[in-house]
């Protein structure tokens, strides 16, 4: 008998890549204090990969721990500029702060996928795109907040490239799925491998 599948987040986005896909799941958000995991990781030096594998994997093993025999994917996307590591804006003068400094430069999106079974991370992959974000004015960018509002408080980078944050490159380099923080490829080879899947 197949595993069920299930996804460990409530990103709509990343339910919609599974069912554009044709899978059959479950979609169950875990249960943990992403900041919590994060703090003891950041204070250690640890790197944008690691923190995003790392909540990857505690999103998957907690939804694991209350559906034995399943196979759950995890995955967690974080944002670098060189060391330094983003977090999602508080408020719109800090999403202004964050567009200032994207500004003509090309930063990172790393994104993690773990699949875990019965508290065991059977499987785990890292994926990154690279973004050029082309010159902003202030003023554009102040344009820019106004038109769409609170949306930019929901993404670490303070844009949604699926919407008006596209004017806001000039160069992407990496695939669709790992840019939205699930790399559908690597992710749906092993699910062949285990039999989750049609292969």
Known sequence: MTAKL?????SPFRRMLMENAGLSFEAHAAKIDERAVEAPLEKSGAGADAVALVLAKAKAEEVSSRFPGS???????????????F???RDMADAANHLKTLSGVT???NSAVAIVR???????????????????TADFITRHLVRV??????????YQL???????FEKIEG???TILGLPMLPLLKKLREFGAIDG
């Open 6 to 10: 299930i996804l460990a987040s409530s």
């Open 149 to 158: 509002g609170e949306r930019a408080l929901s993404s670490v980078g303070a």
């Open 87 to 89: 977090h999602k804006p």
């Open 71 to 85: 196979l759950v994917i995890g995955s967690d996307q974080t944002m670098s500029l060189g060391d330094r590591v």
């Open 175 to 177: 695939d669709y799925f």
């Open 118 to 136: 019965d508290d065991v991370v059977v499987w785990e992959h890292l994926a990154h795109a690279e973004l050029t974000m082309r010159p902003l």
């Open 162 to 168: 699926e919407g008006e944050g596209i004017q806001l």
């Open 107 to 109: 930063h990172r999106l």
